[in-house]
């Protein structure tokens, strides 16, 4: 099999402007993220959670009275789960493209392409699951967050691993 390190430029190139791209898109989501729901179980609860107020009451000061309250209702987990798991499954199928032309032995090759599969999966169960069983709301919540910074970890392996290869190793004779 060829390597990506090996190819035209063009091919390189190409590769590497779809991975920094993909890191600007990824960048403006995990914004999005902060915004709405922030980092936290707890707010990722209150924000899908089958209740406005998903985790309990708690303190609210003057300047929280200003920000207006984002919640995922039923309606919009369903509209965001069909957008964003065909955007995510693709995703990972044109980072496991790019993964089969580094220079990986199979068994880490598999663990890539396998997160980069399995990572949308768990975000999408626990936004999922946080909606649907309110009691461990913070559980599956807790595995949505897992599920984004997998995601954002499997890029970021993939770009470092890509970036090098490409750019700044010499090409290995096989």
Not at 32 to 38: E, S
Not at 58 to 79: A, T
Not at 94 to 103: A, N, P
Not at 112 to 131: N, R, T
Request: charged share 15%.
């Amino acid at each position: 099999m060829g390597r990506l390190s090996d190819s035209p430029v063009e091919a390189r190139f190409a590769a590497t402007l779809f991975l920094l791209l993909l890191g600007v898109a990824n960048f403006f989501g995990a914004w999005q993220v902060r915004q709405f729901a922030a980092f936290t179980p707890t707010g990722v609860a209150d924000a899908v959670g089958s209740s406005a107020s998903g985790s309990g009451e708690r303190p609210v000061s003057l300047e929280d009275l200003n920000v207006p309250g984002h919640h995922i209702d039923r309606r919009l987990l369903v509209q965001d789960s069909h957008v964003h798991l065909p955007a995510y499954a693709m995703t990972a199928a044109f980072l496991s493209l790019i993964v089969l032309g580094l220079r990986l032995s199979s068994a880490t090759r598999m663990v890539v392409i396998g997160a980069a599969f399995a990572a949308p999966v768990l975000d999408f169960s626990g936004l999922w699951g946080a909606h649907l069983f309110g009691g461990g709301a913070r559980f599956w919540a807790g595995l949505a967050l897992a599920g984004g910074f997998a995601m954002a970890a499997v890029y970021l392996v993939v770009l470092g691993i890509t970036i090098r290869q490409c750019w700044f190793r010499r090409k290995e004779r096989s």
